[in-house]
């Protein structure tokens, strides 16, 4: 059994809502996501958010962007994305912020897959490198930062989030934690 921890060595994902519209959308503006222009707009309802946190320090509190899930499908899979303000952003914290975003998923929702899009310019903050397995690129389909780009999808399945999350994880918690223990304090959404 998977719990969904909020927290890793580095970062917290504390819950949104709506008034936290603005600031979504500054950091939008500032990665350059604000220039895409998708060539169908998506069918009505498949982008209701399931989960939207901000990303913080965890040291600081220093607000870095935003996770979320969102466009579950009756298949059994979610989109996962992170939203993270390259000016504050630190290495690795982007690939943080997506496993703790994919292991919510998993212990909270009864899902199969969880799918993440990205271009070349986020694979650093994710720690994505050339060995990762991706099922599949639209060529030059999006257009942002001055030029056409790559979006590229990842996903995984629960059976292997399961085996990953027991042999590659264990240095993102704390040394007393576990995925498969409770965190000591439970989300709070109030």
Do not use: K
């Not at 939008?28 to 209701?48: K, L």
């Not at 509190?61 to 939203?83: K, N």
């Amino acid at each position: 059994m998977l719990f969904p921890h909020t927290a890793s060595r580095r970062i917290v994902l504390h819950p949104a809502s709506s008034t936290d519209q603005a600031d979504f959308a500054q950091v939008f503006v500032r990665t350059g996501v604000e220039s895409i222009r998708p060539a169908v707009r998506p069918a009505r309802g498949t982008m209701r958010a399931h989960a939207i946190f901000h990303v913080t320090t965890r040291n600081t509190g220093e607000r870095l962007g935003f996770g979320g899930l969102h466009a579950l499908d009756p298949a059994g899979h979610i989109r996962c994305a992170v939203y993270l303000d390259p000016r504050r952003a630190r290495l690795g914290v982007g690939s943080e912020a997506i496993l703790l975003l994919v292991n919510y998923a998993f212990a909270t929702l009864d899902i199969d897959r969880v799918i993440g899009q990205t271009t070349e310019a986020s694979f650093a903050s994710f720690g994505i490198t050339a060995g990762d397995q991706e099922i599949g690129a639209l060529r030059d389909h999006m257009y942002f930062r001055g030029r056409h780009w790559d979006l590229h999808n990842f996903q995984i399945e629960r059976a292997g989030w399961e085996e990953y999350v027991d042999r590659n994880t264990d240095r993102m918690l704390h040394p007393s934690l576990s995925w498969r223990t409770a965190p000591a304090q439970p989300l709070d959404v109030s």
